[in-house]
């Protein structure tokens, strides 16, 4: 029974405090009753539950152990929200029309509902939609790749469309096209749930300064140079890349290694 954890309120089982999960139902175990008056939580050092701790074990017990099944992508320059789309997506798991359809929730229409020019799958939000296509051309122009290059599959690219001989610079490219499919799926339902959709060019920054952020804050080693970022990210290859005799290459103004 729980009481009291929040500031009092009435006596609750905690099946119905945390729901049926096995794992919630693991993490409330370690609730215990030390004496008459007070409750300790001993999965927190300082014994005082948190939901901000409840939070992230949550997220640990649930979604860190799928991310690390057999095959799953991990990169630790993206949030964890990303990861976790970008393993929904390669396993056709976001609910775009035709994935709804399959499981029998009945929408009366499996089109696009962006550009009415196709059925609604992963492949098609994320990569053949015209909306998606204008992002991942601005995108592909950003980084001088040749735009005939651009991914028309989830399963095709996301996993295996990188081909870079740093591991670091193949970990930023990889970090650009998950917050890439991440940005089109937001604004996809924003346009679905009637709110206001961004433009092509605004995303594109949004992309650029958000993997910025990501990358400068969770590398230990990498420390990118804004107007370098934006004007030429390609040049990371040779500027990360060791030289024959050790040293690194061209571009140490720009990207500091620490
Ligand atoms: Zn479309």
């Known amino acids: 029974m729980v009481r009291k954890l929040f500031g009092g309120g009435p006596v ?7 729901g049926t999960s096995p794992t919630l139902l693991m993490l409330c175990q370690v609730l215990y009753l030390r004496n008459s008056d007070a409750w300790t939580w001993t999965l927190a050092n300082n014994g005082i539950f948190s939901i901000k701790k409840l939070t992230t074990l949550i997220d640990c017990a649930t979604f860190r152990s799928e991310l690390n099944l057999p095959g799953t992508l991990i990169n630790k320059m993206v949030p964890l929200k990303i990861e976790l789309f970008i393993w929904r997506a390669r396993r056709h798991r976001i609910p775009v029309r035709v994935e709804l359809d399959k499981r029998e929730i009945d929408l009366g229409y499996i089109r696009c ?3 009415d020019d196709g059925l609604e799958d992963v492949d098609h939000a994320l990569f053949k939609c015209k909306f998606a296509n204008e992002i991942w051309l601005r995108v592909f122009k950003w980084w001088k790749f040749d735009q005939a290059n651009i991914p ?6 996301i996993g295996n ?3 870079f001989q740093n591991t670091s610079v193949k970990e930023i490219w990889q970090s650009v096209v998950w917050d890439t499919c991440y940005t089109i799926w937001n604004n996809r339902n924003a346009t679905v749930f009637g709110k206001s959709k961004m433009g092509s ?3 594109l920054s949004e992309i650029q300064l958000r993997c910025f952020e990501w990358i400068n804050n969770r590398s230990k080693s990498i420390s990118l140079d804004w107007n370098s970022w934006l004007t030429n990210p390609i040049n990371l290859e040779s500027q990360l890349t060791p030289s024959a005799n050790g040293f690194l290459g061209m571009g140490q103004i ?5």
């Not at 609750?12 to 945390?18: A, G, R, T």
């Not at 028309?152 to 690219?157: A, K, Q, R």
């Open 254 to 258: 720009s990207v500091q290694i620490l």
């Open 201 to 203: 060019a605004m995303i």
């Open 12 to 18: 609750i089982s905690l099946v119905d405090f945390m």
């Open 113 to 115: 509902p962006i550009c």
């Open 152 to 157: 028309l599959s989830v399963d095709c690219f």
């Open 161 to 163: 469309g990188f081909n």
